[in-house]
């Protein structure tokens, strides 16, 4: 039996795998002084990990979910994750747009979610 459900599993390595993409995609904003060939290269190698728990993640998850579902889950814990990183690690402030803006993209998740319209 194993320690997680492939319900559960997929989700897990997706958080962790949006953790290092959001890093590998904007943590180099934090080093605005640092040569462009090093902020790609140090992103690249980040973005490396993030590959190698997002393709199991979907491949676990397929079957399970389907791929719109799995990419759905993928894009609602990039943007959670992202919000995270923009306010703790960058400082900037959330807005009402914003919000609005997830609010409109977490309504088209719960519609992926939902299955056919009747």
Do not use: C, D
């Not at 953790?19 to 934090?30: D, E, I, P, S, V």
């Not at 690249?44 to 079957?63: C, M, Q, S, T």
């Not at 914003?98 to 992926?112: C, D, S, V």
């Amino acid at each position: 039996m194993p320690l997680l459900s492939p319900a559960v599993l997929p989700v897990l390595l997706l958080i962790a795998s949006n953790l290092f993409m959001t890093t590998a995609w904007y943590g180099h904003l934090k080093f605005p002084s640092a040569p462009m060939w090093a902020a790609v290269m140090a992103s690249w190698g980040i973005a490396l990990v993030e590959y190698w728990l997002a393709v199991p993640a979907n491949r676990i998850g397929y079957g399970t979910y389907t791929a719109a579902e799995l990419k759905t889950i993928q894009e609602v814990v990039s943007l959670t994750v992202f919000v995270g990183f923009a306010v703790f690690v960058l400082g900037e402030k959330l807005t009402w747009n914003h919000g609005i803006g997830f609010g409109l993209i977490a309504l088209g998740a719960f519609f992926i979610f939902k299955g056919p319209l009747r």
